[in-house]
């Protein structure tokens, strides 16, 4: 069992490319989340899908857009980059939306 | 709005020496306090879920206790091993989604 699976582990950008960072779940969890880590602050929510067909904003989703590919994938765009979107991105999964989050190693993106 | 803090920011014990990490959270409502754990590179690892004033999970040296204003890990005789940054997150009662708030975690580096 591979949990979660991130990829790429790392990418640096310059300002204005685009990418997608990509996630897949192999545990027939029914709800996804990407998060972003910053030094200094909590996790904080960009999106997340309660099922499949699903995608709702979290607490920080402007600049970004996801897809909700399947019940296994659910993955984070970025269009445009901004140095301000540097930072480690978690995606993790659960069961239900009340239970506990299973994550991914992350993605460290750093736009210069 | 809800908030968590997380105290000390920076822990550091010898082998065998017991301590406590404090979790301090407003929240409306508690639906549910988490625990994880997160190695350096890594995503955060889920330990327990409180749920009500007065309740305690226990998992080999770990032991986490809540009350209606904070929760404690209590790490008992700590090992090397037990090294990582500890994270509480809670979700808020009125929230229709898991919608998590983290702190900011304690690192603690427990030295042999």
């Known amino acids: 069992n591979a949990g979660v699976t991130q990829t790429p582990k790392f990418q640096v950008l310059k300002t204005g490319q685009s990418m997608t960072l990509q996630c897949a779940q192999d545990?027939?969890?029914?709800?996804m989340y990407w998060y972003r880590q910053d030094p200094g602050m909590g996790l904080r929510l960009i999106y997340y899908s309660a099922s499949e067909g699903t995608t709702d904003k979290g607490e920080v989703p402007n600049g970004y857009n996801v897809s909700r590919l399947n019940k296994r994938e659910f993955s984070l765009r970025l269009e445009s980059a901004a140095p301000s979107q540097t930072s480690v991105y978690f995606c993790?999964?659960?069961?239900?939306?009340?239970?506990?989050?299973?994550f991914g190693n992350g993605t460290r993106l750093t736009v210069t | 709005e809800d908030q968590v803090t997380q105290s000390p920011e920076a822990l550091r014990l010898q082998e065998g020496e017991s301590s406590s990490l404090n979790c301090s959270y407003t929240v409306s409502g508690l639906r549910g306090l988490f625990w994880y754990r997160q190695d350096p590179g890594k995503g955060p690892e889920f330990l327990f879920t409180l749920y009500s004033a007065g309740e305690e999970k226990e998992k080999e040296r770990l032991k986490a206790t809540l009350t209606k204003k904070e929760s404690f890990l209590h790490i008992t005789a700590p090992k090397p091993e037990d090294s990582a940054t500890y994270l509480c997150?809670?979700?808020?009662?009125?929230?229709?989604?898991?919608?998590?708030?983290f702190g900011t975690g304690t690192r603690l580096l427990v030295s042999p």
């Open positions: 993790a999964s659960s069961e239900l939306g009340s239970s506990p989050l299973h």
């Open positions: 997150a809670v979700q808020a009662g009125n929230t229709g989604f898991q919608k998590l708030v």
């Open positions: 545990m027939n969890h029914n709800s």
